[in-house]
């Protein structure tokens, strides 16, 4: 047992990169003489040629101690703006620091001891004007085409955010929600509109040379570090990039969010409530599987099972995926 305990611990967590063009699963390895026994292993060795093997300084289990002790500090302090995760590329904790100019020191200082990364946001573009649309006041006569990434104005607020992704409630089919940022909505002034819906749920692509629109199959979890992921905007629109970290904290004056998908994606303000999603297969890029919502600035998304999780516990009501064919 001792002897398989320190052979599993020899690997020290993976993620996917792309290394001279070629794709590959890098496994951190903390001791490099049992890499030709991990490869002489029958369930391994017909996927070595896909393999990678990367040095790495700290153990997988210390890397959790040390983010379970820096969650803890997190919840206890509260610092303003940071998103807390695993960063298996670099084999450490990271520290992303949204607001440069908010004073964190007392913070930074009490988690040192267990020496996270720290990483200072670049300064965000200049916000745009944001100009409301003058629609006719008798809303029941407007027939609006919503899609995953068009911009939604809260007159309360008077700010701008994303549409996510169109869902239904399983047992009313007849029941119809867009699944987007909490702030885009004006609990005290709930309108019903009649949309216009089509037979699968449908994002919007601006690239209108390569497609006009991707058709969500199906809607899944991600599991893996270094995984490419896309999201919808309305202010950046269609950008994308990898996954950095699962299971992040986010951490501000209003709480804090968990379970958070941390990616390296370009996003502004306005982009809260896209729909963040990955291509199914090189053979069709029209077919994308859905992941989450971009909730903040850092390229954050909250995963759909846990969207759909806290919506039933707090309201009851049982939502899936409006997806092709449904």
Excluded at 125 to 135: D, E, K, R
Excluded at 302 to 307: A, E, R, S
Aim: net charge negative.
């Amino acid at each position: 047992m001792r002897d398989e305990n320190e052979f599993i611990s020899s690997f020290e967590g993976t993620y996917i990169d792309l290394i001279e063009d070629e794709l590959y699963l890098v496994v951190n390895t903390v001791k490099d003489s049992k890499v030709d026994e991990l490869l002489a292993l029958p369930q391994i060795n017909s996927y070595k040629d896909f393999l990678h093997f990367e040095k790495a300084n700290n153990s997988i289990s210390q890397i959790y101690l040390n983010f379970g002790e820096i969650i803890h500090i997190t919840q206890s302090m509260r610092p303003q703006g940071v998103i807390v995760y695993i960063d298996m590329s670099i084999n450490n904790n990271v520290l992303y620091i949204l607001h440069s100019e908010i004073d964190n020191t007392e913070f930074i200082n009490a988690v040192e001891p267990f020496n996270p990364s720290i990483i200072y946001e670049d300064p965000p573009p200049a916000p745009q004007n944001i100009i409301q649309s003058q629609l006719n006041d008798d809303f029941n006569s407007v027939e609006l085409r919503i899609l995953g990434g068009d911009g939604l104005y809260n007159n309360e607020t008077e700010s701008i955010c994303s549409v996510g992704f169109w869902t239904r409630d399983k047992y009313n089919q007849n029941e119809l929600y867009i699944i987007t940022a909490g702030h885009c909505m004006d609990e005290e002034n709930v309108q019903k509109y009649n949309f216009f819906f089509m037979n699968h749920g449908i994002l919007r692509y601006p690239n209108a040379h390569i497609l006009d629109q991707l058709i969500i199959s199906d809607g899944v979890p991600v599991y893996s570090h270094g995984v490419h992921m896309c999201k919808s905007g309305s202010t950046s629109h269609f950008t994308c990039g990898h996954v950095l970290g699962l299971n992040g904290i986010y951490s501000s004056r209003e709480g804090i969010a968990y379970e958070l998908i941390i990616t390296d994606m370009s996003a502004e303000t306005g982009d809260s409530g896209g729909s963040v999603i990955s291509f199914v297969s090189p053979q069709d890029l029209n077919l994308v599987a859905a992941h989450g919502i971009h909730i903040l600035r850092g390229a954050c998304a909250q995963p759909i099972d846990t969207i759909f999780r806290v919506i039933k516990e707090n309201t009851e009501r049982e939502l899936t995926l409006y997806q092709r064919g449904s």
